[in-house]
């Protein structure tokens, strides 16, 4: 009965690991999410700058004689 007890203890504390690693694991991958949606954000906001400026420039260009 004792050695039952001592492995059911075991377990539990191998769990109760488990739990925390994930838990850890969670925040650290919820802070990347975070990271990488405002990087992304960042580059979309680049991307229509530069679409906006390439536009700009278009209509500078002298139209195209055939």
């Known amino acids: 009965m004792e ?3 001592s492995a059911l203890e075991e ?3 191998q769990f109760v690991r488990l739990c925390q ?3 850890s694991e969670n925040i650290q991958l919820r802070q ?3 990271s990488t949606i405002s990087e ?3 580059l979309a906001e ?3 700058t530069a679409s906006s400026r390439l536009e ?3 209509t500078r260009l002298p139209e ?3």
Do not use: G, P, V, W
């Open 21 to 23: 690693q994930l838990r």
């Open 3 to 5: 050695s039952e007890l």
């Open 32 to 34: 990347q999410l975070a």
């Open 56 to 58: 700009a420039l278009l």
């Open 46 to 48: 680049k991307i229509d």
């Open 11 to 13: 377990k539990i504390e």
């Open 40 to 42: 992304n954000k960042h």
């Open 64 to 66: 195209s004689e055939e």
